[in-house]
DNA sequence: TCTGGGGTCCTAGGACCC
DNA sequence: TCTGGGGTCCTAGGACCC
């Protein structure tokens, strides 16, 4: 059996761990630039916020204090769901970290003392008591199904955060009223396609024959066509390396100085470089680009990218740094604000298999070293302790004005109980 | 005024090979 | 009218996920 574990609007959860008196308020965490909702608490989703609503459209409710708003603090989101993988994999040995909050689980029912539904609800109690964060388990014989099971326990409180879906005829009757479009592997296209159709439910769609899924949908359809009857078709997957890193971000203001844009453009190449050399990669490609704020439909609109390649791969960030400015200063246009910029770095090869080239006398020794030195460094001493001079000495101008301390992650931000008060 | 960031997989079609 | 058969590799675009 499959177990997905997934943690209930996680980064407001996460928020709420210091801040116990948010507890059964409105809360809503923000995008990066303080851009709109991505994480809502139950009673902020009563309130009519919806899913990556931007924030100034419901700004007015928290001045009127009826919710409270936070930027994203990602470090901290990253510091609970490990501590909450780390509970997860003494559940089970096999586990399947899924994204930032949800984990798959395989499990069988010795495994579980020959009681699963019981297991489920246990788990879900064992992960609020040691990492405060309340998750739902849902238990099935496919990873679709037990997406659909642990979205029940959202749905139903009686279930105690675990739910255990195998008889033939519970998972029918849960299908028949399961919302197509909440399905693992339908997105808005094929919903939008379908509803028209007349499907509306799980139900309708898996009973489809086989051959129109794979018609609509193809080969991934028909997967999820599969799962849905309870036929395990995708397996637990173990961490790859990642086969393209992306760092970019929006700016709180348009930027129009080639030199304020170079600087943060290096900083996206400092931090992408860093996971590159983390997973031991070298990059063979990068693309650079930038954008103006597509929303601003008054002002003029510019996106340009420009592809560089390697002839020998590399994860060194002074040799792309420089060639990404390169590329930067042939895009820019003169007097044009861009509202966002990045780096994608792709085409990996392994970094001990890089292939040299015949024409190139790079000292590659003299530039291992010194990445090295530079991540050990950021490593025990704090990220961008030491970093390449171009880099923006401010760091991403981003919006962040509701950002909580690094509870877990700062000296400096670590709560002080006071027991005289 | 104000609208996120980071990924993967599959498919169709074109270019090329013998 | 009818115009071979069997492949590979690459890329762009579309779909999906969180």
Not at 19 to 28: S, T
Not at 52 to 63: C, I, R, S
Not at 167 to 177: A, Q, Y
Not at 253 to 262: F, G, S, V, W
Request: charged letters at 25%.
């Amino acid at each position: 059996m499959y177990a997905l574990v997934d943690c209930n609007n996680f980064f407001v959860s996460c928020e709420r761990l210091f801040r116990p008196d948010l507890e059964g308020k409105a809360v809503v965490v923000l995008s990066n630039n303080d851009g709109c909702a991505v994480s809502r608490s139950n009673e902020a989703k009563r309130l009519g916020i919806r899913m990556g609503q931007p924030y100034f459209e419901f700004a007015h409710l928290e001045q009127e204090g009826k919710v409270t708003v936070f930027s994203s603090n990602y470090i901290l989101y990253g510091d609970i769901s490990r501590r909450v993988q780390t509970v997860l994999r003494e559940a089970s040995p096999d586990v399947e970290v899924y994204s930032i909050d949800e984990s798959f689980l395989l499990i069988d029912e010795q495994m579980a003392g020959g009681d699963l539904d019981r297991w489920a609800k246990a788990l879900s109690a064992h992960c609020k008591r040691l990492t405060g964060i309340p998750v739902g388990v849902g238990v099935a014989p496919t990873k679709t199904l037990a997406k659909i099971a642990s979205k029940l326990c959202k749905q139903y409180p009686a279930l105690r955060g675990g739910c255990y879906m195998h008889r033939e005829e519970d998972i029918r009757k849960v299908l028949s009223k399961f919302p197509l479009e909440d399905v693992w592997g339908i997105g808005r296209r094929y919903f939008a396609r379908f509803s028209a159709l007349g499907m509306h439910t799980a139900a309708d769609f898996a009973a489809r024959s086989a051959e129109w899924v794979r018609r609509e949908m193809g080969v991934g359809g028909l997967r999820t066509w599969r799962e849905l009857q309870g036929v395990p078709c995708i397996e637990l997957e173990h961490p790859q390396p990642r086969q393209s890193i992306c760092c970019s971000r929006s700016f709180a203001k348009e930027i129009t100085d080639p030199n304020d844009l170079q600087g943060q453009l290096s900083t996206f190449v400092a931090m992408a470089t860093e996971k590159l050399r983390k997973q031991h990669s070298a990059a063979r490609e990068a693309t650079v680009f930038i954008r103006t704020n597509r929303h601003r439909t008054d002002l003029p609109q510019h996106y340009d990218s420009r592809l560089i390649t390697f002839a020998t791969p590399t994860d060194d960030t002074m040799v792309i740094g420089k060639a990404s400015a390169e590329a930067l200063r042939e895009m820019m246009r003169k007097g044009v604000g861009y509202k966002k910029a990045g780096i994608i770095l792709g085409n990996f090869c392994p970094r001990n298999q890089v292939q040299a080239d015949l024409f190139d006398n790079t000292d590659h020794e003299r530039s291992a070293r010194l990445m090295k030195a530079i991540d050990t460094i950021n490593a025990t001493h704090g990220a961008g302790r030491v970093h390449i001079a171009t880099q923006a000495k401010e760091g991403i101008k981003m919006n962040r004005q509701h950002l909580s301390p690094a509870y877990t992650s700062s000296w400096s931000d670590i709560i002080v109980v006071n027991a005289d008060k």
